[in-house]
């Protein structure tokens, strides 16, 4: 009886499952998708709700000047527009996709050097530097012109339904000092980018729809823009959208969340407790990204993928990385993970039955 007791010990099991897990995760890595989490498999297996960043994933991760638009202020400017953004640009990091557009754009090794710079943060949304004591600012509409954005809304807004981002370039009265602008700023130019959507893109979502899969799309950009881009990709519901800004406390993000498909103006922060509050009510949430301000979000999701071309920081808070930041890629993640989940089911099931016929003979042995 003893004997028959001991080899009913399933230790087998444990093998079986590392060595399906390693065998899939070649598989998944001669497709170009490193997994580096056993859990990323039953995750992505399992999962219902799919969060997925704008930029670089469903759009490219590039960006292109579409035009720029001049105002009424910059009439009276001394030198030109184009030379005055140039020097802005060029005296700033290229830690972000639209930067590295605008430097691309603009680029000139002759640019006038700036007294004092301010980095662009998702919390400010805007960056901007000095030159002879007086501030120029490039970023976000509602947060530079304030109280004065009503003025210029209609254009902004013809701008977000064709899916382009809009920022504004202007003056600053005050001191730049890395805080939200406490006046609105003297505007110069609209600059409108234009950012692709991915030709996989319609593809991919039109899967996910069919196995199930409700995809939600979180972005800092203006919420109407991120609309329309996820109508252009084929997300259904792409159309009920929010401003995050409005979402200031838990209550009012766990009422959102199942209420609508697309929020806009989100701050890192907020990303997380929108994905806490999915999980809080049972869904196996995936989230994809590929910025610094995705990575709380990426942590706090149950599965979480980064796309390769993003910053390192996003690549390590991943359990998987698309090594050539294709989101066609995500079906195979998907297949990939019900794979393991059913051979480890099957390989179970095996050693179940044998157990039971192991246990049916140690009990007649005690009879």
Request: glycine share 4%; charged share 20%.
């Amino acid at each position: 009886m003893a004997s028959i007791v001991i080899m009913a010990v399933p230790e087998g099991l444990p093998m079986m499952n590392s060595l399906v897990q390693s065998m899939n995760t070649e598989s998944m890595y001669k497709k170009n998708i490193l997994v580096s989490h056993k859990a990323a498999f039953s995750d992505s297996a399992y999962m219902n709700v799919l969060f997925s960043d704008k930029t670089g994933t469903i759009t490219k991760n590039k960006m292109a000047v579409q035009q720029i638009m001049p105002l009424e202020n910059s009439k009276n400017l001394d030198k030109s527009l184009h030379e005055l953004i140039g020097n802005v640009v060029n005296n700033l990091d290229s830690d972000n996709v639209t930067m590295k557009t605008l430097k691309e754009y603009f680029e000139n090794s002759d640019y006038e050097k700036s007294q004092a710079v301010c980095p662009f943060s998702s919390e400010i949304k805007y960056s901007g530097a000095v030159f002879n004591n007086v501030a120029y600012v490039i970023g976000a509409p509602e947060k530079l012109l304030l109280n004065k954005y009503a003025e210029y809304e209609n254009e902004i807004q013809q701008f977000a339904k064709a899916g382009a981002r809009v920022l504004i370039f202007g003056r600053y009265e005050k001191k730049l000092d890395g805080k939200p602008l406490v006046e609105p700023v003297v505007p110069y130019a609209m600059i409108v980018l234009d950012n692709p959507i991915r030709q996989e893109a319609r593809e991919t979502f039109d899967y996910f729809e069919k196995q199930g899969v409700e995809i939600k799309v979180i972005s800092g950009d203006n919420p109407l823009t991120v609309s329309n881009v996820a109508k252009k990709a084929g997300i259904t519901n792409a159309e009920n959208y929010v401003d995050a800004t409005e979402l200031d406390t838990d209550e009012k993000i766990a009422m959102a969340v199942s209420k609508y498909a697309v929020f806009g103006r989100v701050q890192p922060e907020q990303k997380k407790k929108i994905v806490d509050a999915l999980k809080n009510m049972k869904k196996v949430v995936a989230m994809t990204g590929d910025g610094v301000n995705d990575v709380l979000a990426l942590k706090s999701a149950d599965c979480s993928i980064a796309m390769a071309s993003g910053s390192e920081a996003a690549s390590n808070a991943s359990q998987i990385v698309l090594l050539d930041s294709n989101f066609a890629c995500m079906p195979s993640v998907v297949l990939e993970g019900r794979r393991v989940v059913n051979n480890i089911q099957r390989a179970a099931s095996l050693f179940l039955v044998k157990n039971i016929f192991s246990m049916l003979m140690a009990l007649f042995s005690i009879i």
